[in-house]
Nanobody, 122 residues
C-alpha cells in the first residue's frame, strides 16, 4: 500500500506565491513519475494535469501555468514540490499529488493523495 500526502495549500492574494509539498510512503520500489493535478470547485469540473516530473528529472507543464509554476523533486526520497508564483484567481482549486510507481506487488500504479486546497483571492 502507498500513501500520498499533500500539504501547503491555503489562501493567497492575486500575484502571491505558495509552495505545495507531496510525500509518498509505503511499499514503493521505484517511482517513475510524480504529477500535480488540480480541480476547481465548480460542480462537474474535470481534473487538469498541471505539472509532471519524471524519475529522470524531465518536467512538463500545462500551458496555463508555464513560466509561473515549477515542479521539483526533494532531496528526500519520494518527495515533490510545486512552487506557484504570480497566482491568479483561476488557479483556485484542489491540488492533488499523483505518484506513478512500482510496489512490491504492482507496476505502474497511480496513487492519489486527498488533495490540498488553494484559494487565490482578488
Amino acid at each position: 500500500q502507498v500513501q500520498v500526502v499533500e500539504s501547503g495549500g491555503g489562501l493567497v492574494q492575486v500575484g502571491g506565491s505558495l509552495r505545495l509539498s507531496c510525500a509518498a510512503s509505503g511499499n514503493i520500489v521505484s517511482i517513475s513519475a510524480m504529477n500535480w493535478y488540480r480541480q476547481d470547485q465548480a460542480p462537474g469540473s474535470k481534473r487538469e494535469l498541471v505539472a509532471t516530473i519524471t524519475s529522470g528529472g524531465n518536467t512538463n507543464y500545462a500551458d496555463s501555468v508555464k513560466g509561473r509554476f515549477t515542479i521539483s523533486r526533494g532531496d528526500a526520497d519520494n518527495t515533490m514540490y510545486l512552487q506557484m508564483n504570480s497566482l491568479k484567481p483561476e488557479d483556485t482549486g484542489a491540488y492533488y499529488c499523483v505518484v506513478v510507481c512500482t510496489t512490491n506487488m504492482y507496476r505502474g500504479m497511480h496513487y492519489w493523495g486527498k488533495g490540498t486546497l488553494v484559494t487565490v483571492s482578488s
